[in-house]
């Protein structure tokens, strides 16, 4: 199999899991979102050592460990992406899945924001196009319903400043995450089995179901992340760019047609001045893709 298919086959399963994320997080309603948080913690903590040894490669955590700025970025990027996770589960357990799904279909846009301010990027045209008509989406909404997507905008702004952060970190993926969640372990079990007071904080009182999906939770986490990482180094950032939208795409059908989430026309104009500006960012960056090419040729 040529390795461009193989990356996009990565890539598409990365974002199809991602995308039907909730599906599981819903299984889980009975569970407070802060104690989900600390078993996708635990779990894929356990779960990337056990990987990190199989491959033998914990010495690049060794390395890690051993410089302080390393540690002190990844600290950083490790409360954001918790944060992420947390306010994640929480929307999809409280009945805002559209809302979570437009944060993420907001990302790539808050992304060229970043660029811009602290990477010293330039907005080609049809960028800042596509960045005012998001601006425009969101404005919308405030004026029609009367209150900002705080729940879209932390969404996308905390993975967004994750994703900058981790950029300027000289680790890869599967090192890095590791890391982050050996440094959010002792909080995790701190909080899980000393403050925690809720009917499912003990395990030992759980059902056997309940704490199989608890365990999942690594899984859930950690697995998309590699397909993502493996299907990143295969494929174009165009290309990428394109998959990315399956998962948002697939939480907003879900929230539409299958939890039966109430949608007003206000969002609905919001999520059509996203889409537009998606469309326009994409048109952009496969234009320019494609005259790269040409000039290489």
Same mark, same amino acid.
């Given at each position: 199999?040529?390795?461009?298919?193989?990356? =996009?086959?990565y890539?598409?399963?990365?974002?199809?899991i991602?995308?039907?994320?909730?599906?599981?997080?819903?299984?889980l309603?009975e569970?407070?979102?802060?104690?989900?948080?600390?078993?996708?913690?635990?779990?894929?903590?356990?779960?990337?050592?056990?990987?990190?040894?199989?491959?033998?490669?914990?010495y690049?955590?060794?390395?890690?460990?051993r410089?302080?700025?390393?540690?002190?970025?990844?600290?950083?990027?490790?409360?954001?992406?918790?944060?992420?996770?947390?306010?994640?589960?929480?929307?999809?357990n409280?009945?805002?899945?559209?809302e979570?799904?437009?944060?993420?279909?907001?990302?790539?846009?808050?992304?060229?924001?970043?660029g811009?301010?602290?990477?010293?990027?330039?907005?080609?045209?049809?960028?800042?196009a596509?960045?005012?008509?998001?601006?425009? @989406?969101?404005?919308?909404?405030? =004026?029609?319903?009367?209150?900002?997507?705080?729940?879209?905008l932390?969404?996308?702004?905390?993975?967004?400043?994750?994703?900058?952060?981790?950029k300027?970190i000289?680790?890869?993926?599967?090192t890095?995450?590791?890391?982050?969640?050996?440094?959010?372990?002792?909080?995790?079990?701190?909080?899980?089995?000393?403050?925690?007071?809720?009917?499912?904080?003990?395990?030992?009182?759980?059902?056997?179901?309940l704490n199989?999906l608890l365990?999942?939770a690594?899984?859930?986490?950690? =697995?998309?992340?590699?397909?993502?990482?493996?299907?990143?180094?295969?494929?174009?950032?165009?290309?990428?760019?394109?998959? %990315?939208?399956l998962?948002?795409?697939?939480?907003?059908?879900?929230?539409?047609?299958?939890?039966?989430?109430?949608v %007003?026309?206000?969002?609905?104009?919001t999520?059509?001045?996203i889409?537009?500006?998606?469309a326009?960012?994409?048109?952009? @960056?496969?234009?320019r893709?494609q005259r790269?090419?040409?000039?290489?040729?």
């Amino acid at each position: 199999m040529p390795a461009h298919t193989k990356g =996009v086959i990565y890539a598409l399963c990365a974002f199809l899991i991602w995308g039907i994320c909730p599906l599981y997080f819903k299984l889980l309603t009975e569970v407070p979102a802060s104690e989900i948080l600390t078993h996708r913690i635990i779990w894929s903590c356990v779960l990337l050592l056990a990987l990190l040894l199989g491959t033998r490669q914990l010495y690049r955590v060794q390395a890690v460990l051993r410089s302080p700025r390393q540690l002190l970025n990844l600290t950083l990027s490790a409360l954001l992406v918790a944060g992420n996770w947390l306010l994640f589960i929480w929307a999809v357990n409280h009945n805002h899945l559209l809302e979570a799904s437009l944060g993420y279909y907001i990302n790539p846009l808050f992304n060229i924001l970043l660029g811009m301010l602290f990477l010293g990027e330039r907005l080609r045209r049809l960028q800042w196009a596509a960045v005012l008509l998001a601006a425009i @989406g969101v404005v919308i909404q405030v =004026v029609l319903i009367g209150h900002l997507p705080w729940i879209a905008l932390t969404l996308a702004s905390s993975f967004g400043i994750y994703g900058l952060i981790r950029k300027k970190i000289p680790v890869d993926a599967q090192t890095g995450l590791f890391v982050e969640t050996l440094l959010l372990l002792p909080l995790a079990l701190i909080y899980l089995f000393g403050i925690a007071d809720s009917a499912t904080s003990n395990l030992s009182l759980n059902s056997s179901h309940l704490n199989l999906l608890l365990l999942a939770a690594g899984v859930v986490t950690t =697995v998309p992340l590699l397909l993502f990482t493996a299907g990143a180094r295969l494929i174009p950032l165009s290309t990428l760019g394109f998959i %990315q939208y399956l998962g948002p795409s697939i939480m907003f059908l879900l929230a539409l047609f299958y939890y039966g989430e109430p949608v %007003q026309a206000a969002k609905l104009v919001t999520f059509g001045f996203i889409w537009s500006a998606l469309a326009l960012f994409s048109w952009d @960056g496969w234009r320019r893709s494609q005259r790269l090419r040409a000039a290489s040729v």
